[in-house]
């Protein structure tokens, strides 16, 4: 069946277009009688109003276009939830574009965002960004821009993201006054910023309690392998240190601290006894793992939520032509202490 | 700044709209010294057709419309990242939406995508759908359809789906082959297709191996609270057979079998040797939990892959005004045999 149009409406009604249009509108020049007859059609013959048409006329899309480095990813996923969510409340659809870290594919994909018209970008780097020009074409068109999570200092826009030097401190504190003082931190990328971050706050804790800091307990953990890399960093730590050279392990996510997990299980080293772990990110593994493990609640689904909320009221206040104040986020975190420390 | 036009374009160059614009579109009637001072300068604009109003000419999109249950689940993740990649490979791009189980909310995000002029939509039903006219009201409208993962014998359309009644047979007889008799079904709704056929599959490997069905090894998980119901489940398991009265836990899910691990683990109840357990879903963290879970790996990227495949050649046989078969694709399964059988 082909789509119903307007001047179908119209022609079977015999009635003007516009006073079909004006009658779906609730346009108060049209009687209740006419209203009532063409809605009654409208609904008979399933009838949609042609939103594409109408887009065109008030420039208005009413999609939010999302732009995260991969999707499987247990945080990420509860993002988007939020994101989709949030934006759904408020009259948004979501479109939604993965880069798999790609720079190469985030920049098409933010062209492709642009010609689609959509109102408003919700954007999260990958690893591989380090130029920014593709960032700034959409502030240049006038295209609201918020970012989450992975962010750049390079780019002023308004942006989301997890305290991750405060977390770190947090948690490093925590395994501190528990009396540990030979504390290891395994990492990922010190270029991205989230890895940086926790690796500061992991830094400032020690400082704050005048714990030495020893750079031969720094163990990097390669993205997309991290399970494997903390059970061999996790090796290799023993190897390096002795069960007794060490107090307890910091991870800077929580897939890394289960693979340290598995090596000490593996290798009859007593969790928290001989060494406490503490995770970073609050998936669902790290509650069901043995054991279960201490590790940062990151917020997913509320970060989400607020960068939808941030970017709506920059459309409209750009609607408007007020002038826009940029917001930056910081969604705050708890310690989830479990049997891990 | 405010979006260049091609009426920019054409007054800067001092040629006609037209010309601009089959210059764009490399039309052979326009000279390449035209192309290329147009394409010159649209380049340094930063020019963007408007992708809104060309789609009002031409009818196409070119997007697609996703509604999935629920996104923050390790095998939708999985299928959505194999649905945006695959749909981007081929130009289009993915609006999704995510109905949180909820009838109502699935209704009207159809509708939605309808009014968005989408192409083409990839529906997996909520576990409340029950009534089907407002997907037969998009069949209607010659949107087409492909259905994945959770879908309905009610409607004709298209649909992807995992092997389950033959991976549950498959998981089961493999049970038997190693020697079980007395094998646990923990299921979740039996009104849901996915758990109705993996059900079923157990049931034939019973029959096939002549081990009589004994309806008290049946036990039922709620979805949304499948770990704790699979940890309480595994509780009355023991309450009502003893650890002698049951050989192994054939799990309709990963997290339920995570549930019943962490059960038997408190318990001291030795897997497998006093009862061996099979999972479903091969998720990240059946892997990880100790010890490792055999189950079934389900290819979700795979499934994503699919179901674009299927529904961009539906779109474009229906631009080309040909016949759309209908296909029943059952993406193949395989068995994942770790430590816990």
């Known amino acids: 069946m082909a789509q119903i149009t307007l001047h179908?409406?119209?022609?079977?009604?015999?009635?003007?277009?516009?006073?079909?249009?004006?009658?779906?509108?609730?346009?108060?020049?049209?009687?209740?009688?006419?209203?009532?007859?063409?809605?009654?059609?409208?609904?008979?013959?399933?009838?949609?109003?042609?939103?594409?048409?109408?887009?065109?006329?008030?420039?208005h899309t009413k999609i939010i276009g999302v732009i995260i480095p991969n999707i499987v990813h247990d945080f990420f996923s509860k993002v988007i939830g939020g994101i989709i969510d949030e934006a759904e409340k408020n009259g948004y659809i979501v479109i939604l574009l993965q880069s798999n870290e790609n720079y190469e594919l985030?920049?098409?994909?933010?062209?492709?965002?642009?010609?689609q018209q959509v109102d408003g970008i919700l954007l999260s780097l990958t690893v591989e960004t380090k130029k920014f020009k593709h960032i700034k074409r959409i502030q240049q068109q006038g295209i609201p821009l918020v970012m989450f999570d992975k962010v750049t200092d390079s780019i002023d826009c308004s942006k989301v993201v997890i305290g991750d030097k405060k977390s770190a401190f947090d948690a490093v504190s925590f395994l501190i006054r528990k009396g540990n003082k030979r504390i290891a931190f395994f990492g990922g990328s010190m270029v991205a910023l989230n890895f940086n971050q926790r690796f500061n706050g992991y830094l400032e804790a020690l400082k704050e309690y005048r714990?030495?800091?020893?750079?031969?307990?720094?163990?990097?953990?390669?993205?997309?392998?991290?399970?494997?890399?903390?059970?061999?960093?996790?090796?290799?730590?023993?190897?390096d240190h002795g069960v007794n050279g060490v107090d307890a392990v910091f991870a800077a996510t929580d897939v890394i601290a289960v693979g340290i997990i598995k090596y000490f299980n593996d290798n009859k080293i007593?969790?928290?006894?001989d060494i406490a772990i503490f995770g970073f990110g609050n998936s669902f593994m790290s509650s069901i793992v043995s054991p279960a493990l201490s590790t940062v609640d990151q917020p997913g689904y509320e970060m989400g939520i607020n960068a939808v909320d941030i970017l709506l009221t920059e459309i409209s206040h750009k609607n408007e032509n007020e002038n826009i104040s940029l917001r930056n986020i910081i969604i705050p975190t708890s310690l989830k202490i479990r049997h891990s420390t």
Chains 1, 2 share one sequence.
């Not at 809605?39 to 013959?45: H, I, R, S, V």
């Not at 390669?222 to 890399?229: Q, R, T, V």
């Open 211 to 239: 714990v030495p800091f020893d750079d031969r307990l720094v163990y990097m953990c390669n993205k997309n392998k991290e399970y494997a890399d903390g059970y061999s960093a996790a090796e290799r730590l023993i190897e």
């Open 8 to 59: 179908d409406l119209a022609k079977k009604l015999n009635i003007s277009v516009s006073t079909v249009s004006k009658a779906l509108k609730d346009y108060p020049d049209v009687s209740e009688k006419t209203k009532k007859k063409v809605l009654a059609l409208a609904d008979k013959l399933n009838f949609s109003p042609n939103i594409v048409a109408s887009n065109l006329r008030t420039q």
């Open 270 to 273: 007593n969790i928290p006894k």
């Open 106 to 115: 985030e920049k098409k994909q933010l062209n492709l965002l642009i010609q």
